[in-house]
């Protein structure tokens, strides 16, 4: 199969029209800029001939989303950092209205002190807005997730939009070989979307409404129950994925974990070099393996459980800080493990694009091959 | 109580969403902290109160008297500061009924 040479923002364009996605409203913010520019570029050229709205703030960008998706129409946006956080009051109201909109984020510090560089503060911030959270460690996997994330998104047992991450910068500015899969075969892996509610003057409905007291908790279960049901979906999707088109997805990755002592928790791009770590460790005969979630909502609790049942250390990485508790990754690993006897530590690393290499990883093991107790620990 | 587990997903029925013309926000009234009661000996049936209601909670019955619906009905006091004969008390609500 053919490769093209793509940064992270055109290889969402390039998912963008695969799945046939007929509105984006947008407003650009570094690093997530290429994104809007490709899309641009192929409107005037007739490549792509969505609905291309730019709107004045990302306030109204989500708004214009939520919409589009309940007037049943297939919408995608993207945003980072300050402007997620902006968006952050309506991707409430996306999910509690059940419209599987798929929106990607380019994670970026959050201001102040400002940064334009990687961290996943502002994705994690959207923890509880109920949508589903996948992070991505490669380009490949930006286009492959926005594709995947329409098809579980749009699932009866799932409804509900999925935020897709990917690292300012070291994705979505850095060229890498993406192959583009087939358009006919991604049209027969996702077909047409079919709304579960369309707003149309002719016969009136209403979207979001009104429910007081038990009425509202009653909703907001059913919103649980679909992302506890989306584990599943992921799992079946990313598998049906892989027969189609060669590249399989789980929930979580392992990488050589199967009789690894010490294992690394990671999310998003770093993944990759870890594994760097891991294989050069094995190659001391270490016995090092890496688990990668590759969703954080919903959290794959029974997975990282059955994963890391005979570890005896585990490290896990967080790209990210909660001031006044330390990392936020951490406590969720640490609590999915209740009852198991690993060493589970936490190490916060590059925030705000602060240079991870595999050197720091080496650190991390060495660190924490002579620790007996659990430890946070900052690599400053 | 119910473990989590036990709750059964409903698929397109657990979506807030419904028929426009059905769509109301449900039973208001709890939020009364006065209920006005009409007193019918009094009353002209000029309709003023279901005129100025501004939620809709005063109907008119067969006889021509204004009759309130308590589950929508907030309270406001509208109704028995337009009557024209004072026939509509307001009076503190214990929500007994509830």
Not at chain 1, 345 to 374: A, N, W
Request: glycine content about 6%; hydrophobic content about 35%; aromatic content about 10%.
């Amino acid at each position: 199969m053919k490769k093209t040479v793509m940064d992270g923002n055109m290889a969402a364009a390039h998912a963008v029209k695969l799945c046939d996605v007929k509105v984006v409203p947008n407003f650009p913010i570094t690093p997530q800029t290429e994104f809007i520019e490709t899309l641009a570029k192929w409107k005037v050229n007739g490549m792509w001939n969505g609905e291309f709205l730019d709107l004045e703030g990302e306030h109204s960008v989500m708004s214009a989303a939520v919409a589009s998706e309940a007037c049943g129409v297939r919408t995608f946006t993207a945003s980072s950092s300050q402007g997620t956080l902006y968006m952050h009051e309506i991707m409430y109201v996306a999910s509690g209205m059940r419209l599987p909109i798929v929106m990607l984020n380019a994670s970026r510090g959050l201001s102040a002190p400002i940064t334009l560089w990687t961290d996943h503060n502002d994705i994690l911030a959207m923890r509880d807005a109920g949508w589903l959270i996948f992070f991505t460690q490669n380009n490949q996997e930006v286009l492959d997730t926005i594709i995947q994330a329409y098809k579980i998104s749009e699932d009866e047992q799932v409804l509900l939009p999925s935020l897709i991450n990917m690292e300012g910068f070291i994705q979505s500015y850095t060229r890498e070989p993406v192959e583009i899969p087939d358009y006919k075969k991604v049209r027969r892996f996702l077909p047409k979307y079919k709304p579960h509610t369309v707003l149309d003057p002719k016969n009136p409905m209403c979207l979001g409404i009104g429910a007081m007291g038990k009425d509202y908790m009653e909703f907001r279960s059913q919103e649980h129950k679909a992302q506890l049901n989306a584990i599943k979906k992921i799992k079946e999707v990313g598998k049906e994925f892989g027969k189609i088109f060669g590249r399989k997805y789980n929930i979580i990755e392992k990488y050589r974990t199967d009789d690894a002592d010490f294992v690394f928790v990671t999310t998003g791009a770093m993944s990759t070099t870890v594994k760097e770590a891991v294989n050069y460790l094995r190659e001391k005969n270490k016995k090092v393996g890496l688990l990668r979630l590759r969703t954080y909502r919903p959290f794959p609790e029974k997975d990282i459980q059955k994963a890391l049942e005979n570890s005896k250390k585990i490290a896990v990485i967080d790209n990210n800080i909660a001031p006044g508790f330390g990392g936020i990754i951490y406590p969720e690993v640490r609590s999915a493990l209740y009852g198991n006897k690993a060493l589970i530590s936490d190490f916060i690393v590059g925030l705000g694009g602060t240079r991870t290499g595999l050197k720091t990883f080496l650190e991390i093991y060495q660190k924490m091959s002579k620790d007996k107790k659990s430890k946070k620990y900052w690599l400053l | 109580m119910i473990e989590e587990d036990k709750i059964k997903y409903k698929g397109k029925k657990g979506i807030p969403a419904m028929d426009a013309n059905e769509a109301k926000i449900g039973k208001t009234g709890t939020w009364r902290i006065f209920k006005p009661v009409i007193h019918e000996e009094k009353c002209i049936k000029c309709r003023r109160c279901w005129l100025f209601c501004p939620d809709n909670a005063i109907t008119i019955d067969k006889n021509g008297y204004p009759k309130i619906n308590y589950e929508i009905c907030k309270g406001c006091g509208i109704c028995s500061n337009v009557c024209p004969v004072k026939t509509i008390e307001m009076v503190r609500d214990l929500h007994e009924e509830d």
